[in-house]
Every structure is written in structure tokens, then in C-alpha cells.
């Protein structure tokens, strides 16, 4: 396939002022976890860096079981900091600045008493000159959520009198649709939902907000954006990882939860949309609510027809062997938890009428790809008799939201000759190569997000109550129907072979994951 690469010349591109943090104390509970170490401390630091937290009263306040010094506590995170991709130009200089803003107090959240402890510690900084307004994370596993909340209402955290009080949660918000309500009811006990911070990282992610300004923002696109011109709408997430020292998590969790219930779900519905009245937080989830609404819950049969589940086997991955999903470590031998997910959905509205949105995840596929495609409906092929029909592709929309973030659009031009031959040809849109510029992590844009208010990258209670109301099915159909015969595919393929049979073979085919 010829490619046509075409970008902004850098020096024309202009450099918008870089928002400023609201003052505020983060408290981030789960302080010494993996998420801290790897994630928020190195995307905070960027945020310094930048100028995002200059002249800004902000003080991070983490909360952990271990008994460490401040002094240890900040050089381990020194340590992760230097080390990770997403902290750019590391220096000690830089991080000695930074590191002045980190407090570590070591607490038993499941002891009521440390929230107590929690609050005289906040109010002791505010004394020293920090900030009224305090920020919570829950960098924790999902089983202490409920917990966290409701000692922060007892300790009167949540209702700050002297500024605001607002609270991240990390996914999964609950494991079905029962759980998830009782979690939002939990949170609605304490905090209303204006401070309420769903997080789902795939949203902070570039090309994940520019699917909204590709959309409506050019008039090339938005009219062709329908049943009457799109064929259909393939979602991939595909990981060469396997689950890694995660196998708790993942036995109990499986892909259609772990991914499914919430990053592909959101790329969905911005792929799938309605325009918004603004881009602010409540006229952008409103639309995506209503897209929700627009997929019926699969019954019985549906799920028989319209899923594919698979689970890895032993195979080659980059070069080198590795062993099956019921071989690594803390895995049951005989378990059916699915690494891989295939569903064909259907919004059910006047803009997507009988167009299929097909969506897979699965790890140690053959390669680590995230990315939408929007596959258009071919032309008449009677014009261009000479060019065999297999030579001509639809046009195709390519969001890829990693690696390499950017967007493609393939489309039909003549080969150079004497005949009418045709030759599929891609515009190339990358981040890097138009801008010049490192885009931020999606840490960095979420957490700035929240702290200067911004909830229209969060995910709001309908939205997740909604997503659960077509996973939760799913789930329960799986219990009920027979598994399939478990390794259904080796490390290092496209996944189950089955899955081909939910898409309409030849025009419809997924995309081929062989590097």
C-alpha cells in the first residue's frame, strides 16, 4: 500500500498557553502501589515541570500501610520517577523541587480511627500554608473502595467547608450491574457527582479526544458519518502482554470486565456519537449515555450468536516461547477465565441503523495495537473492470490510539500507466511528525482535568450503570452456556479462529494484528 505523509510545517503551528492546576492538597490513597509509582508521580512531576503546579499551592499527601520515612518513601518514588518513559527531562535538580510538595503518612484505611489521623494531618498543613482544597485518589484495589468512601464521610472529609472536596476512583466501578450501583450509591452517600471522578485513562489519551474534533470539527467528515455510508465499525485493544504478576486479578476478572466494560465501551461511543450542544462535561456524556442506551441487551441466543471468548495457549511472541494463560503463576490449571473478547454490537438509532460495530480485545496476541477503523461501503465496481475486486479496498478511517498515536484515511488513485488500474493509497496523520511535540501521557491531561474541574474526560454514574446493563447479560449467558474448549489460541496469533465467523466474509474482515 503506497503512503502519502503530509504535515504542518512545526514552525507554523502555534503553542497554546498551558493551563494552570487549581491550589489543592492530592491525597492519594494507596500511596506506596504500583499506580503511584509508575503513573501518577511521574505524571505529576511532567505537570511541574511544564508549568502546570508553578506558583500553585500543591501538596501531595500519599497514604500507605508501610512503615517508611518520609526521606525512604521519596526516594523510592525518586527511584520509579527516573526511570519511567513518562517523566521527561529527569533531572535532580527538577525532581528536588518537586519532591518538597511529598508527604507520606502511614495509615490502616481499614481502621475508622486513621481518617481521624488523615484530617488532623490535612489540617496541620494547612497551618504550614497549604491548601483548603483537598483532592482524594483511590489508588487502591477495588475491594477497599466502599471503605475509603465512608470514612472519609465519617471523618467530615468529603463536605470542606473552607474550599472543595472532590474524589478519583480508578476502575472497575463495581463488577456488574449490581455492584456498580451500590458502589455509586456509596459515593452519593458521601459526595455529590459534580465531585465524583470516574477515571478511565484511555479518555486522557490524544487521539482518543481528537476522534471529537475529527467528527465535528471538519465538514469532510460529519456528513458521511452514518448507515449510509459506513459498512461497518471494527474496535480493536490488542496486548502482546500476557497477564503478567496479575493473575489474581485477572482470574476473577477476565477480558469482557477488565476491558470491555469500560475502554472499549468508550471508544464506542465517541466513535458513534451524537454532536453536542458544547464540549463541556455534561452535553458530552449526555451523548454518550444516550448511545448506551441505543445497544439492547443481548439475550440468551444473541450472546451464543454474537460473542467469541478465547484463552491463550503456549507460543511465540517476539521471538521467544511463552507458556499458556493456565500455566503462569497463580492461574488455575483447569480455569475458563477468557483473555480474549469479540462482540458484535448494534446501536440501535436513526444514525447507525444495522451497521455492526465489531469489537475484540485479548492478550499475547501477536501484536500490542489499540486502535477504531471505520470501514466505508465500496463503490459500484463496474467502472474499474481492469482492477480484480480483491484490489479494491473500501475507504478506511483509522484512528490509532497506540502505538504511535495518529489517524489514516485510506482511499482509491489511479496507477501510474496506460490503463484504468487503481491502488489503494493512505493519508498519514501522526502526532509526533505534525506537531513536533511529545503528547502528554493520559495521566497528565486527566489529573489537570481534576484538578482545575473538568469532568468531560470522567465517566459520569449513568454512563457506568449503563455500560454494566449490556456486560452484566453477557456475563450471566457465558455461566450458562458450555465453554469452549479452553487454549482455543496460540500466543503470538490473531486470536480465536472463531471469531471471523461474526463478520461477513469477504467484504467484512477484522484487520490482521501480523506486524
Not at 426 to 437: I, M, N, W
Request: proline share 6%.
Amino acid at each position: 500500500m503506497a503512503t502519502i505523509v503530509e504535515a504542518t510545517p512545526v514552525e507554523h503551528l502555534s503553542t497554546p498557553s498551558l493551563p494552570k492546576a487549581d491550589k489543592c492538597t492530592l491525597v492519594i490513597f494507596g500511596g506506596t502501589g504500583d499506580l503511584t509509582r509508575r503513573k501518577l508521580i511521574p505524571a505529576l512531576f511532567d505537570l511541574a515541570c511544564i508549568g502546570c503546579l508553578s506558583s500553585v499551592q500543591f501538596e501531595i499527601l500519599a497514604l500507605g500501610r508501610k512503615p517508611l520515612s518520609n526521606e525512604q518513601f521519596v526516594a523510592e518514588l525518586r527511584e520509579a520517577a527516573s526511570q519511567s518513559k513518562d517523566a521527561r527531562d529527569f533531572s535532580d535538580e527538577k525532581w528536588h523541587d518537586f519532591a518538597r510538595r511529598i508527604h507520606y503518612l502511614q495509615v490502616d484505611t481499614g481502621n475508622k480511627r486513621s481518617f481521624v489521623t488523615i484530617k488532623k494531618t490535612l489540617d496541620d498543613m494547612e497551618r504550614s500554608g497549604a491548601s483548603t482544597n483537598h483532592l482524594f485518589y483511590l489508588s487502591t484495589p477495588a475491594s477497599v473502595f466502599e471503605e475509603i468512601v465512608l470514612g472519609l464521610g465519617s471523618a467530615n472529609l468529603a463536605k470542606n467547608e473552607r474550599g472543595w472536596a472532590r474524589i478519583v476512583i480508578e476502575k472497575p466501578f463495581g463488577h456488574d450491574l449490581t455492584s456498580a450501583r451500590k458502589l455509586n450509591d456509596t459515593l452519593l452517600q458521601v459526595f455529590d457527582e459534580n465531585d465524583i471522578y470516574r477515571i478511565d485513562h484511555y479518555l486522557g489519551k490524544e487521539t482518543v479526544q481528537n476522534i471529537l474534533v475529527f467528527r465535528f470539527g471538519n465538514s469532510l467528515f460529519e456528513p458521511v458519518w452514518n448507515r449510509n455510508y459506513v459498512d461497518y465499525v471494527e474496535i480493536t485493544a490488542a496486548e502482546t502482554l500476557g497477564v503478567e504478576s496479575r493473575a489474581g486479578f485477572y482470574e476473577e476478572t477476565g477480558a469482557l470486565r477488565d476491558m470491555v466494560a469500560n475502554h472499549m465501551m468508550q471508544l464506542l461511543t465517541l466513535t458513534a456519537m451524537e454532536p453536542p450542544v458544547a464540549f463541556d462535561a455534561d452535553s458530552v456524556r449526555e451523548q454518550k449515555v444516550q448511545v448506551l442506551r441505543a445497544i439492547h441487551p443481548m439475550s440468551l441466543e444473541e450472546v451464543a450468536e454474537r460473542t467469541v471468548r478465547g484463552q491463550y495457549g503456549s507460543g511465540i511472541i517476539n521471538g521467544q516461547r511463552v507458556p499458556g494463560y493456565r500455566e503462569e503463576p497463580g492461574v488455575d490449571p483447569h480455569s475458563t477465565t477468557e483473555t480474549f473478547v469479540a462482540l458484535k454490537l448494534f446501536v440501535d438509532n436513526w444514525r447507525w441503523a444495522r451497521v455492526p460495530f465489531f469489537i475484540r480485545t485479548g492478550k499475547r496476541l501477536s501484536r500490542s495495537l489499540t486502535e477504531i477503523r471505520v470501514h466505508f461501503k465500496r463503490t459500484p465496481q463496474a467502472l474499474f473492470a481492469r482492477t480484480p475486486e480483491e484490489k479494491l479496498d473500501s475507504n478506511i478511517i483509522t484512528f490509532r490510539i497506540q502505538p504511535n498515536e495518529g489517524i489514516s484515511v485510506n482511499f482509491g488513485a489511479k496507477y501510474p500507466g496506460t490503463q484504468m488500474r487503481t491502488q489503494n493509497v493512505q493519508f498519514e496523520f501522526s502526532y509526533k511528525d505534525a506537531f513536533g511535540l511529545r503528547a502528554p501521557v493520559a495521566y497528565e491531561t486527566l489529573l489537570l482535568d481534576v484538578m482545575r474541574g473538568d469532568a468531560t474526560l470522567f465517566t459520569r454514574r449513568d454512563e457506568v450503570e449503563a455500560e454494566w446493563q449490556l456486560i452484566t447479560p453477557i456475563e450471566n449467558a457465558w455461566k450458562e452456556l458450555p465453554p469452549p474448549r479452553f487454549p482455543n489460541y496460540p500466543a503470538g496469533s490473531n486470536g480465536p479462529e472463531e471469531a471471523a465467523r461474526l463478520m461477513n466474509p469477504p467484504c467484512q474482515a477484522w484487520r490482521s494484528l501480523a506486524a
